[in-house]
């Protein structure tokens, strides 16, 4: 496997916002996501440009290291970008071939959604930067518990993802071993035109998903040994913390968001 | 007193024509360590998952203390009665080593307070406090099933059942997880029950139970039943290395007492005779 820090990956260090409660990181990003819509000038955009910096640089985690998140995902936006660029109309009208055309609403809206991209998704990179995987599932936990009220089996959910992430590198580490029992075979995975590679995919998936199953099974088995019952009441293990460092966040949340409408309205 | 006593039970595995277990009648006595051997086949698993409650007999009755297996006693019958499964990755439930020994407590509503020492005593018993927030990813198998063994140790079983537990354990792995097991005889509080192939195991034990072909062959303490190399060889499991040697020097022509020999046994046994 590579070493590499992916989109979504956790950086194991210590920084204020790593301290963070889960809950207030999620609902800042979730926030933060809504706010990013609000903005409609020079000024409002540079204003939660500058709050996400800010919050970059209290992560610690550097800056190349976000660029390396980012780097996957540079071809869906620069498509996206280019196809708002060309296919959309209105306003000066700079160059045109066939369907395709330049205008000045066209590269407004460009540039709209492309600074609504970057920031999102940084914004969500720098959450499970700072979170672990698993503190986030506690924290979705906590935010749908009123959803037990409308039957719905939240407990049940959040286990299921904590032994969804659980398996991840399981999984990922057998798909390993079996490409490797591929290959000791004769099967050369870097050959031949798109159709073929992902034919050869087939002899891993397959066995790879019997395995899965049977690893459910073995699981299922092994849990209800150890006396789980999905309709009883349990008890919780890791807990939640919320502390003065967490309220503060959510005052500067707060301001953040009272200046951005200031900005907006005018009065700044 | 028997721990855990099977009577007349019959399984079959629904839609197939295999008895797995035809009419067997078995007895474990509390805290004595017995291990099951047989083919593969056997039906060595399936008693297991029978005392558990994870299958149901066709016929006859299981009782684990003075419980009855049955659907409404499973509760009661989880609580005296906990297994180690023969894959290491596929019983882990918990991200970490902590959260897995806690699965099982938050199953059974333990307060928190609670549980933090009891995941710190079970830890400490199997050696594996400084890895508590480990993830799996990053630990053996060995490691693995000494949590699962932690897991269960949390939950104050009376019945230890562990189905080819060291199986897929590298040597170094199984000799940990032995000897934890020897540890816990001597606290006299468990009745263990194994099923193995590995004849260092089933040598430690104090009892054996042969099975094959869904009947219980041959049972006793273990000097008696390996003492028949034999019967061994016909059911395929390998041989502990004092009897084998036993066997060697038999067949050479040197005539060696027709009795059980642990390896320490035979060590002793050749200095006298040099």
């Known amino acids: ?268 | 007193m028997d721990a855990v006593t099977l009577t007349n039970i019959r399984f079959q595995y629904p839609n197939t024509n295999q008895v797995i277990l035809d009419d067997v009648s078995l007895g474990f006595p509390q805290g004595e360590w017995t291990t099951i051997i047989g083919h593969n086949g056997s039906g060595k698993s399936t008693l297991a998952r029978l005392i558990d409650g994870l299958l149901v007999p066709q016929q006859g009755q299981i009782t684990v203390g003075s419980v009855p297996v049955t659907e409404e006693n499973m509760t009661k019958v989880h609580q005296q009665v906990g297994i180690v499964f023969q894959n290491p990755d596929n019983q882990f439930v918990g991200a970490t080593v902590a959260d897995d020994v806690a699965f099982g407590l938050e199953n059974r509503q333990v307060p928190r307070d609670e549980m933090q020492t009891r995941i710190q005593q079970s830890l400490a018993a199997v050696d594996m406090v400084e890895l508590a927030d480990a993830e799996p990813a990053m630990l053996s198998g060995g490691q693995k099933q000494r949590v699962a063994i932690a897991g269960i140790l949390a939950l104050e079983p009376k019945i230890i059942i562990l189905d080819e537990a060291t199986s897929m354990l590298d040597p170094a792995g199984r000799q940990l997880v032995l000897n934890l097991l020897q540890q816990l005889r001597t606290q006299q509080k468990y009745t263990i029950i194994s099923i193995t192939h590995d004849p260092a195991e089933m040598a430690i034990a104090d009892r054996v139970v042969v099975l094959d072909q869904g009947k219980i062959i041959r049972q006793g303490p273990v000097a008696k039943v390996l003492q028949d190399v034999k019967l061994l060889q016909q059911i395929g499991v390998g041989i502990p290395a004092g009897q084998a040697l036993r066997q060697a020097l038999v067949d050479r022509g040197i005539s060696v007492p027709a009795r059980y020999f642990t390896e320490q046994e035979m060590v002793e046994w050749l200095c006298q005779k040099l």
């Open chain 1, 1 to 268: 496997m590579n070493n590499k820090i992916v989109f979504g990956s956790y950086v194991p260090i210590d920084s204020p916002l790593h301290r963070l409660d889960p809950r207030m990181k999620l609902l800042m990003c979730v926030w933060y996501v809504v706010l990013v819509f609000f903005a409609n000038s020079w000024g409002t955009s540079l204003w939660l440009l500058a709050a996400l910096l800010g919050a970059m640089l209290l992560s610690r985690v550097s800056l190349r290291q976000y660029w390396q998140g980012l780097r996957p995902l540079a071809w869906v936006i620069v498509f996206t970008v280019v196809f708002q660029v060309l296919f959309s109309s209105g306003g000066k009208l700079y160059w045109h071939w066939g369907i395709m055309s330049i205008t000045h609403d066209g590269l407004v809206n460009s540039l709209i959604i492309f600074y609504r991209f970057m920031v999102i998704i940084t914004a969500s990179t720098v959450l499970t930067a700072t979170t672990p995987t698993l503190r986030i599932a506690d924290g979705l936990d906590w935010f749908m518990r009123p959803l037990k009220f409308l039957k719905v089996p939240v407990n049940q959910i959040t286990l299921m993802l904590s032994i969804a992430l659980r398996f991840i590198p399981t999984i990922m580490d057998e798909a390993g071993k079996i490409t490797n029992a591929q290959r000791s075979r004769g099967m050369n995975f870097h050959q031949g035109n798109l159709v073929k590679r992902v034919k050869h995919l087939v002899p891993v998936l397959i066995p790879l998903f019997v395995n899965s199953f049977k690893r459910a099974e073995d699981l299922a088995t092994a849990m209800e040994a150890r006396g789980y019952d999905p309709d009883s009441p349990r008890t919780h293990f890791r807990q939640l913390h919320w502390r003065g460092s967490d309220t503060m966040t959510f005052i500067l949340m707060v301001l953040v968001t009272v200046i951005l409408f200031l900005i907006r309205g005018g009065l700044l």
